[in-house]
């Protein structure tokens, strides 16, 4: 079975905006991170777009790319972004963007190389 068109698209914006989360945090320590407030804000508002990506995706869809795309947990991470904003620990935000973006950057390209989608 095919992904809609609708989630190729988001699955691309998931892959860019990871590769933007890369480029601002490369080569950065947790210390870094914290000091720099302009890249603090600006990975928060990239997962923020990652999150909402996530959440546009198709429901039907949604079971086809299965664990590697965890659209609850990123649903989740979404809303506190949105609405926890001041309780945040920072640090779990650099080791989400460490970590879990790049992974998660790999499995959607995983799902469009896969042949799921329809190229468009």
Do not use: C, W
């Not at 914290?34 to 777009?49: D, G, H, I, N, Y």
């Not at 926890?84 to 973006?101: G, H, P, Q, S, W």
Request: negative net charge.
């Amino acid at each position: 079975m095919m992904l809609s068109e609708r989630t190729t698209d988001r699955l691309r914006d998931i892959i860019e905006d990871a590769r933007r989360i890369k480029a601002f945090i490369d080569g950065m320590t947790l210390d870094d991170f914290l000091a720099s407030e302009k890249t603090l804000f600006a990975v928060e508002r990239l997962l923020q777009r990652i999150t909402e990506a996530a959440i546009q995706i198709d429901p039907s869809d949604a079971a086809l790319l299965g664990r590697d795309l965890p659209i609850d947990k990123m649903r989740g991470l979404g809303n506190r972004l949105r609405h926890e904003y001041r309780d945040l620990n920072r640090a779990v935000v650099f080791e989400i963007a460490r970590l879990d973006v790049p992974a998660l950057a790999v499995a959607a390209e995983t799902a469009i190389e896969s042949g799921m989608t329809d190229g468009n």
